[in-house]
T-cell receptor, first 116, second 111 residues
Framework: NAGVMQNPRHLVRRRGQEARLRCSPM?????VYWYRQLPEEGLKFMVY????????ESGMPKERFSAEFPKEGPSILRIQQVVRGDSAAYFC??????????????FGDGTRLSIL | KNEVEQSPQNLTAQEGEFITINCSYS?????LHWLQQHPGGGIVSLFM???GKKKHGRLIATINIQEKHSSLHITASHPRDSAVYIC?????????????FGKGTRLHILP
């Protein structure tokens, strides 16, 4: 499967724990985007990364959230000290070129994060 | 007011009916995207368009830039078309590229 791979599909954490969400982009894609979908809400942009660089993190909360896309390996979205409000579906998308506004994006199946 | 508005929010139709989902936006865009989110949650990109009309199988997407409006049509609808359809607009602002998503239209096709 050469599509965007996200894991885990489902993640359950207790309040205060850390959540790590992984995204492997499509082969040949070096641009990764993370989105959050709250229940009954639309997708919201969080962060845009290119290999080893954060290009735009304007949609990501300033505290507890961080993202990386190392030279080797998947992109990681990390949420520290999770709270109930972090419960959501987190989607990753990738594209071969930058400029999300006019590039087709390929989405993963998402990670459903539940906070107990 | 949301920058991307979709209507209707929910739509139930009989198999075979012609379906129209509408999307209105308030920003100047570089492209408009239509996405499909399956009941299992995965998202598939259906169309990206900046003018005119695109067709893929039974799906047709149109856009009117002057009126800031796009429609997604499904001909000969089938229960497997049941999904959430999401409109998203891409625009550039101060060298930043942004995408804004609508809340989606939940479509249910009855057999």
């Amino acid at each position: 499967n050469a599509g965007v791979m996200q894991n885990p599909r489902h993640l359950v954490r207790r309040r205060g724990q850390e959540a790590r969400l992984r995204c492997s982009p499509m082969k040949g894609h070096s641009h990764v985007y993370w989105y959050r979908q709250l229940p009954e809400e639309g997708l919201k942009f969080m962060v845009y990364l290119q290999k080893e660089n954060i290009i735009d993190e304007s949609g990501m909360p300033k505290e507890r959230f961080s993202a990386e896309f190392p030279k080797e390996g998947p992109s990681i979205l990390r949420i520290q000290q999770v709270v109930r409000g972090d419960s959501a579906a987190y989607f990753c998308a990738s594209s071969p070129w930058g400029g999300s506004s006019n590039q087709p994006q390929h989405f993963g199946d998402g990670t459903r994060l539940s906070i107990l | 007011k949301n920058e991307v508005e979709q209507s209707p929010q929910n739509l139930t139709a009989q198999e075979g009916e012609f379906i129209t989902i509408n999307c209105s936006y308030s920003v100047g865009i570089s492209a408009l995207h239509w996405l499909q989110q399956h009941p299992g949650g995965g998202i598939v990109s259906l169309f990206m368009l900046s003018s005119g009309k695109k067709k893929h199988g039974r799906l047709i997407a149109t856009i009117n830039i002057q009126e800031k409006h796009s429609s997604l049509h499904i001909t000969a609808s089938h229960p497997r078309d049941s999904a959430v359809y999401i409109c998203a607009v891409g625009y550039s602002l101060n060298r930043d590229d942004k995408i804004i998503f609508g809340k989606g239209t939940r479509l249910h096709i009855l057999p």
